[in-house]
């Protein structure tokens, strides 16, 4: 890896997701050795992947490079490759590019989509974790219109023209409602010679409200904005296969679609080498304790999704979100410092922020720890928080730019086909990986 030898603490970070970087922060010239290592030389702000997803934006606008972060750390190194394996008995990492090893470890490979062990579903279905994968949602909406106009079966341009979202969570929502709004004032226009009352926008859930996570009136609130925008909501209802056609359900309600987008659930990036129940939950999730510690292994850490630190407030482990990934990261920071230099480390306590999601123009929920509320504000104030929540000056302005711009116009000039999904023959609906 060409990593020099050092007399200083090493300290390897796996991932630079908002977790991993706000470790990296803290770090900053605390005379250490500290090393990087992601499969990305960017950061992904994911909050906005919907947006890059439906064009709103750009993918430049929400990814930010690892190494313009770092560039004023000392002895700060960042590497691009994958992690193949940890060895925490001979402290060491397993790279495409080669073994590193470590004083201390932290581990902050952040979570992928969770198909429940559906291999027929995630070969049919499309994920958005990834700015990628949101290129290749943009890519296949874009090209099913294009096709759709091509067909004079009208079977089969229904199917184009139905997306169906699985998973009535933030993404799912916010993903259902920026396709509505793509359909009511964009899409019809640049396809003149489609009917676009055959578009259909179906969001899936398998529980008995939208945004469960979140309180009763913001869910409501959620469904009835869906609702004004054309989005049909099928709640209780659970989807148990999808052959790249047709999506089944536990009960007789099926759909025809050539495009399922998969929100529905999330699991841990669990790496090679951390396994066995006492240290590893359900959800690929590694156990830790108050100081985001592994079980057993005092020196190496897990923050952020991957990690799941049990309380009475928390029995499963804190929300898979940004703020707790923030908030673990930066005080592991500075308890890697404590610990470095002999000093009692302070455990993690988790302070609520609130949370929000946005279903479209004018149209948001808000929930903070004693105020929840709905519409013109709440949607001011998501898109505040995310704006200041981006890094970088230029993302924030071009962002920004764009939603001033999209407010203005009604319009979305992301909708480019850049990079083409490849599918296989629309007669079965499946599609291959880039």
């Known amino acids: 890896m060409n990593i ?27 005379n250490l050795q500290v090393v990087l290592l992601d499969k990305h030389n960017y950061h992904t702000f994911q909050p906005l992947l919907y947006q890059v997803a439906t064009g709103g934006l750009e993918a430049g606008s929400i990814a930010y490079p690892i190494r313009k972060v770092i560039q004023e750390y000392r002895d700060f190194y960042f590497r691009l490759t994958n992690v193949q394996e940890i060895d925490t008995q001979n402290q060491k990492v397993s790279t495409e590019i080669g073994d590193l090893s470590y004083d201390y470890l932290v581990i902050a490979t952040g979570s992928k ?3 429940f062990g559906n291999k027929e579903i995630e070969r049919n279905s499309m994920s958005m974790k990834t700015i990628p994968q949101s290129l290749n949602i943009r890519s296949l909406i874009l090209e099913n219109f294009e096709q759709a106009v091509l067909t004079q079966d009208p079977t089969e341009q229904k199917a184009l023209m139905n997306f169906v979202l699985v998973g009535g969570g933030p993404t799912g929502v916010e993903l259902a409602g920026a396709l509505a709004e793509m359909k009511k004032a964009i899409l019809q226009k640049d396809y003149p010679d489609l009917d676009m009352g055959k578009m259909q926008i179906n969001l899936i859930q398998s529980g008995d409200r939208i945004l469960n996570t979140m309180s009763e009136e913001s869910s409501a609130a959620a469904h009835q904005f869906l609702e004004s925008l054309g989005v049909v909501i099928w709640k209780n209802v659970r ?16 759909f025809e679609t050539a495009t399922v987008i998969w929100t529905a659930g ?37 923050i952020g999704d991957i990690a799941t630190m049990e309380s009475d407030l928390f029995p ?22 404590q610990l ?7 455990a993690f306590e988790y302070n609520d922020k609130g949370s929000m999601a946005t279903i479209g123009r004018n149209k948001a929920v808000v929930d903070l720890p004693k105020y929840h509320f709905h519409g013109v504000f709440a949607w001011f104030v998501w898109m505040f928080v995310h704006l200041f929540a981006l890094i970088g000056f230029k993302n924030r302005a071009v962002v ?35």
Do not use: C
């Not at 006492?278 to 020196?299: C, M, Y």
């Open 4 to 30: 020099p030898k050092s007399t200083l603490p090493r300290v390897v970070i796996i991932g630079g997701g908002f977790a991993g970087l706000a470790v990296a922060k803290k770090l900053k010239n605390k």
């Open 113 to 115: 989509t969770n198909f």
């Open 239 to 254: 989807v148990t296969n999808y052959d790249g056609r047709t999506i089944t359900t536990n009960s007789d309600l099926q």
């Open 316 to 337: 499963q482990g804190h929300p898979m979100m940004a703020q707790p990934a923030l908030q673990q990261g930066e005080l592991l920071g500075e308890n890697l410092v």
């Open 266 to 302: 999330v699991q841990g990036a669990l790496l090679a080498g951390i396994k066995g129940s006492e240290l590893v939950d359900k959800a690929a999730r590694i156990r830790v304790n108050e100081f985001n510690q592994v079980r057993g292994l005092n020196n190496v850490f897990a």
């Open 340 to 346: 470095i230099h002999n000093k009692p480390m302070k």
């Open 400 to 434: 920004f730019l764009n939603w001033v711009y999209n407010y203005i116009r009604f319009d979305r000039e992301g909708r480019l086909i850049i990079r083409p999904y490849k599918k296989r023959s629309f007669t079965t609906f499946t599609t291959d990986e880039l």
